[in-house]
């Protein structure tokens, strides 16, 4: 079976068609899905999204939706789930929007299956480009899927997400023993004083 199969595939909007020449061509401003809000990981860093100054009103095909797949079309080609937390994002055409037939397959099990070593280094032999290699759609449509069924990616997806949870809670941990370790480092220098 094939990613084709099971999803429909598009791109996202070429931004330079509807970019805003000047303050008096924008028709509407809209936030931006880019790649630095996209972790190695496939989660979506909220820190900050870009504004985009639309000269249209443009699609909703263009914004993200709960259930959405978006893959990143170059190098590393990381894909991301998304949530209904992340809705109505403004999705650039260097992500690939995949919308699975949640029939036969959890999108989110779809993310995590498109972020595997072997899915990346399928894609790594069907790059074209020669200074910035990049996927097509056709390509990702031929991408092999492993049948399974929900239930199992139902048991996956619960197990994901306690990972992903437990890698989150150790980063924080260790960003707390760094500053306990700095504070005290730099108690013990100011008592030889």
Not at 13 to 33: G, Q
Request: avoid cysteine.
């Amino acid at each position: 079976m094939e990613l084709g199969d099971i999803a429909r595939i598009k791109t996202g909007l070429v931004l330079s068609r509807k970019k805003a020449k000047d303050e008096y061509d924008i028709k509407a401003k809209y936030r931006l899905l880019s790649l630095k809000n996209v972790t190695d990981e496939g989660i979506i860093n909220t820190d900050s999204f870009e504004e985009f100054n639309s000269n249209d009103e443009l699609d909703d095909h263009y914004f993200t939706k709960e259930g959405d797949v978006l893959m990143r079309l170059s190098h590393p080609n990381t894909s991301v789930y998304i949530g209904k937390e992340h809705n109505g994002l403004l999705i650039p055409s260097y992500f690939a929007i995949i919308k699975v037939d949640i029939n036969k397959y959890l999108p989110e099990y779809i993310a995590w299956y498109l972020n595997t070593f072997e899915v990346k280094k399928e894609l790594e032999r069907s790059q074209s480009g020669s200074r910035i290699p990049s996927t097509n759609k056709n390509v990702l449509k031929a991408l092999p899927v492993v049948k399974t069924t929900i239930s199992k990616q139902k048991a996956f997806i619960e197990l994901l997400r306690l990972h992903q949870q437990e890698k989150l809670l150790y980063k924080r941990l260790l960003e707390e023993k760094e500053v306990w370790f700095k504070g005290i480092s730099r108690q013990i220098l100011k008592d030889t004083n």
